[in-house]
């Protein structure tokens, strides 16, 4: 049958008598995840700057001296570049810096 709208009674179920809307809320934060996309150029601004800073082999608290905000901002726009860029390190990071810029 159709198991979108099974999915969908399931989901919504869950989310008025367990989550407390939290649910519903959390599958459109996902949404506009996956909507972002990935590489490079799903990169915010700050991100851009985050993994620009760290390419050069700076450490989170030098990216945040030099940008004005705290360590833990960075560590969290530095989580996220890596989802979108698909790397788990920092070396990894700085090799598709390189491969973008040429």
Known sequence: GDQRAVLGAVIGFLDR???DGALQAALRRADRKNAAG???DSLTPSERQVATLIASGM???QVATRL???PHTVDGRLRRVFAKLGVN???ELTAEYA???G
């Open 89 to 91: 390190t920092r070396v």
């Open 68 to 70: 004005g905000m705290s």
């Open 99 to 101: 491969r973008v810029t």
């Open 17 to 19: 008598e367990v989550a």
């Open 38 to 40: 990935a590489g490079w």
């Open 59 to 61: 450490t989170n608290n």
